[in-house]
């Protein structure tokens, strides 16, 4: 039986997978982890060796985000644990580097961490609303009704920084498991080309995109993602 480890985005938790869980049939164990710092689970350094700690098996990790990219740190370092990838609305660096324009400016990201430090309400809000750009009012709410209400400071921080620091491109290609990158096409705050640049650099990866969603497709669009999931399950 599957272990799927599902990882949650930056500033939100566990619960946001909720509807898709309850779409997917199947001979599935799920859990629903908090990332550090988020939900229930305690500030830790390593998020990824946290992680992995806590689910000492053979583990499916679908990650969405910030959770997709801890997802491939975690397929790199423990590949024996690691059987495959769903990478959701994930980007191998959220900000432009060296050839890499498909992402945010590191400017603007500077400008939001620090309006995050002054004014973290007001910014979780237009965060939320980045999220469903693309999208549209019914997202908005959606996104609000499962924004957990209490937040770490200090996980959100080391967040952002990791955020900030992540580039796992040359991560993502040394990778052996089979993935799937699932991707809303009209993602504002992660560009559409991001999931086009993993499924054309990964060894054994397939894209599918969400027509018309944004940045939480499995949030908009469950139906539409759980039947990805169950036929990339089924098919292994």
């Not at 629903?32 to 098996?57: I, Q, Y």
């Not at 996104?143 to 209490?150: V, Y």
Request: aromatic content about 8%.
């Amino acid at each position: 039986m599957r272990n799927l480890v599902f990882l949650h985005g930056w500033g939100m938790d566990s619960s946001c997978w909720a509807g898709l869980l309850e779409r997917l049939s199947g001979n599935f164990r799920t859990h629903c982890a908090d990332l550090p710092g988020h939900g229930r689970n305690p500030h830790a350094k390593d998020w990824v060796e946290t992680l992995s700690g806590a689910h000492p098996f053979e583990v499916d990790l679908v990650g969405w985000s910030l959770g997709g990219q801890v997802a491939l740190e975690w397929a790199a370092r423990f590949p024996e644990q690691v059987r495959s990838l769903v990478l959701v609305a994930t980007t191998p660096s959220f900000v432009k580097r060296q050839d890499w324009d498909a992402a945010m400016q590191e400017g603007v990201f500077m400008e939001f961490l620090g309006n995050f430090q002054e004014n973290r309400p007001e910014t979780m809000k237009r965060f939320l609303h980045l999220q469903a750009l693309g999208g549209n009012s019914r997202v908005f709410r959606m996104l609000q009704k499962i924004a957990p209400q209490q937040l770490n400071p200090e996980g959100l921080e080391h967040g952002l920084d990791l955020l900030g620091r992540y580039d796992l491109r040359e991560a993502a290609k040394g990778l052996a498991q089979e993935a799937l990158v699932l991707h809303g096409t009209c993602d504002s705050l992660i560009p559409f080309a991001a999931g086009k640049w993993l499924c054309a650099n990964m060894k054994n990866a397939r894209l599918v995109g969400i027509e018309g969603a944004a940045h939480a497709p499995h949030v908009s669009d469950p139906q539409v993602c759980a039947n990805a999931l169950q036929e990339f399950y089924d098919g292994r």
